[in-house]
């Protein structure tokens, strides 16, 4: 058994790891406040460095860790604190391409009066969560990056298979398949409610669709996120009876662009910015969506599967790997498409059953954050030993 698998046995010094999250999306700070919680659970000291306002939203600190603010832009200043909150680390663990750059630059060590700075000993282990989009020269430096990643990487750990793939084709020495867990939904426990029923007609009501099916999407608003083509499906949407109400929850670049389509084609859609309370909205709603252009492991998918709500998703990333059997999948882009997988779920309660069952049954089959933990531990382990702990 892994030393690192419990607490430290007496004299043994435990291991320092810092967490680096760089803009903080909601999977990656989501696993790291997990990860961070199962590490110090288990003797290991945790730095986590992220922007200051990701503490408050998802409690690093609270989990036992140490937190360090840093800005995500990589200016001299903050690749400093950053460098500083490594120094001492045994191991930095980087989550996504922005926070992988400034810890590479972070372990190496300045030089004097002009000279190279020194080669870094700390290992670096980097978890890519996602992918990055660019175009023309923007595609050219996105490749130089992600190269530059991975070639300083002892470790890339992709959380989907085409993730590992990527990360080899850009040289890197060891990239694993590492799927991450997310905590499982969380319910009201409040007195006064945990009554299922009033929650769902509370949300329901709240949204404007009593007597209406109630879709819904979640994620920031930005273009790869296949908005676009989830407003051409709502079009179709008018002609059935009763209309369903499609909410989208969350904020970003296209909200004004989205909001403008939907007054002027008067479409069945609400923008409702960011909520605190998905997974009540996901409790209430008949139909999960997912219509992105791409996606490692969605927590909207996550979420809905658990929820024993029917989903709805592109065929893109990990999203087929992640769901199996249990959701309607459909190619990205296809308005046709996810406007009749939708329509042909509301038109068949049996086959909502069915998608729900086999939800459950799937989610059943993701890694817990238990394993989660074990497995990067088990990584840590190996990247540390040659220090003779």
Known sequence: MSHLSSQPSQGRTPLRTVQVLGGGSAGSS????????????????????????????????????????????????????????????????AHGLHAAVRSSLARTKPGKQGKPGTAPRTPLVVTWHTRAYAEGARAHLLRMIERRVAKASAVVLGTSSDLVDRARS?????????????PAPRRPAAPGHDD???????????????????????????????????????????SLDPVPLLVVAGEGPERGALQRRIDTEGLPVRLVGRREDVP????????????SRWESRSVLAHEALHAGVPLVATAVGGVPELVGDAAELVPYGDARALATA??????????????RAEGLAQAATWPTEDETVAQILSVYDELTQPLGR
Do not use: N
């Open 30 to 93: 989501v696993h790291v406040r997990s990860l961070t919680g199962g590490l110090v659970a288990r003797g290991v000291r945790v730095t986590v460095c992220a922007p200051a306002e990701l503490d408050e939203r998802y409690g690093f600190t609270a989990s036992g860790a140490r937190f360090v603010p840093v800005p995500r832009r990589a200016d001299p200043v903050s690749v400093a604190a950053l460098r500083a909150a490594c120094a001492e680390a045994d191991l930095v663990h």
């Open 170 to 182: 850009r040289g890197a020495r060891d990239a694993r398949l590492a799927p991450i867990a997310f």
């Open 196 to 238: 299922p029923d009033r929650l769902k007609h509370q949300a329901r009501a709240e949204l404007g669709a009593v007597e209406r099916p109630l879709l819904l999407a979640v994620g920031s608003l930005e273009p790869h996120r296949g908005y676009g083509t989830l407003l051409d499906a709502a079009r179709s949407w008018l």
């Open 280 to 291: 009540e909205l996901l409790t209430a709603a008949d139909v999960a969506l997912l219509p």
């Open 342 to 355: 939708v329509e042909g779920l509301l038109a068949q309660p049996g086959r909502r059953a069915w998608l």
